[in-house]
Structures are given as C-alpha cells and as structure tokens.
C-alpha cells in the first residue's frame, strides 16, 4: 500500500559535519511535504516544508530536496549542532490533506 | 499568539479506566487532527476534524476510542476503558487549511498499567 518511509532509524555525526536524512514515499498523488523536528518532550515542530512543484528549497542551514522520479525526499542540515539531536520525521500531504508520517530517524551528534 | 495546547501532558491510569485528553487548536484553525506514536514507531493519524465536523476518522483503532470537538473549538479525546497497549504519546495538530503546515501540541503521554 501507499507508505512513507525513512531509510536509516537512527543517523549519528560529528558537531560541524553536514547531516543528510533520508525518505521514501509511494503516494504519487502527494503534492505536499514537510520536515519535522521533535525533540524530548515535546511536539514535532515545523522545519520546512516542499511542494511537488520545487526540487529544492532552502532554509537557515537545511535544505529540503524532492525527487519526484524516484519518489525520495531528503533533509539536509549543514553544520550540525548538539542542539540538532532531535527525530525527524517526514511528511506527506496526499490528496486527502491528512498529513501521513514515516517512522522517524534520530539524530545524534556527538561534540 | 497561543500555540496547540494538551492536557494533561502526561497521565498514567489503570488498565480499565477511563481518560480524557484534551487539545485546544490555534484560535481560527478549522482543522484539527489527532495523532499517536507509540514507543519507536511512526506517528500514526487517529481522526480529523473540520471545525465540529469529523472528516475522517479512519485511524481510530476500535470503539474504545471517542473523539468529540465542541462547538468546533477545542476536542477531546476519551480511552474508555484504556487497554494497556493504548499507551503511546497522544498529538494534537491543527492547521488553517487543508493542505497547508499543521502546528502540533507537545502531547501527551499516556501510560496504561
């Protein structure tokens, strides 16, 4: 059936590297994306989000990229801080508007 | 501007018992959504609301689980009675419109023992 997916459950770096997290979606129908962030105890908040419209769209230090031929969506955070640590969820918004979420990968960075 | 609040934020109850939760939405917000992630595992959609209107309530898991939006305002959700594997973290989101960024709670965590 239709599912969002996340390649890797749990992505560990370096304070300063570039982090790359990745997502698999199946509903061709979906026009709308978003990155989550959800730190301990608290909700998912907003990162940024894409429409299938865009390849690319940038924000302060993540980059959001679609590609529609393969169905894959990617985060990318440039200079990874500690306060980074969090899971990330994606997002899509299918034609039902009920934004449908992947399982989440966690985030460690190490000082 | 208040963002999505829950209540409580978390509760720990009784295999048996009932509970309610409580989301009050972004003021203005039409659409409401219900979420749960159990332990390690996605976020799963419950319900959605469109001002007191359910639109779809295609993720509620059983007949245990009431969702109610008074006046198209604030929603609760009820787990009645609550079963152990009902324990997860429970999210609120709300949206403007359909199609558009939905704001989310900080949850709440309920424990079934």
């Not at chain 2, 989301?23 to 159990?38: E, T």
Request: proline content about 4%; aromatic content about 10%.
């Amino acid at each position: 059936g239709e599912s969002v997916g996340l390649h890797l459950p749990t992505l560990s770096v370096q304070e300063g590297d570039n982090s790359i997290i990745n997502c698999a979606y199946s509903n061709s129908a979906s026009d709308y994306f978003i990155w989550y962030k959800q730190e301990s105890g608290k909700g998912p908040q907003f990162i940024i989000d894409i429409r299938s419209n865009m390849d690319k769209r940038q924000g302060q230090r993540v980059t959001v990229l679609l590609n529609k031929t393969v169905k894959h969506l990617s985060l990318q955070i440039a200079a990874t801080q500690p306060g980074d640590s969090a899971v990330y969820f994606c997002a899509e918004i299918p034609a039902s508007y009920i934004p449908t979420f992947g399982r989440g990968t966690s985030l460690i960075v190490h000082p | 501007e208040a963002g999505v609040t829950q209540f409580p934020s978390h509760s720990v109850i009784e295999k048996g018992q009932t509970v309610t939760l409580r989301c009050d939405p972004i003021s203005g917000h039409d659409n409401l959504y219900w979420y749960r992630r159990v332990m390690g595992k996605e976020i799963k959609f419950l319900l959605h609301f469109v001002k007191e209107s359910k639109q779809d309530e295609s993720g509620m898991p059983n007949n245990r689980f009431l969702a109610e939006r008074t006046g198209g305002t604030y929603s609760t959700l009820k787990v009645q009675p609550a079963e152990l594997e009902d324990s997860g973290v429970y999210f609120c989101a709300s949206s403007q419109m359909m199609n558009t960024e939905a704001f989310f709670g900080q949850g709440t965590r309920l424990t079934v023992v």
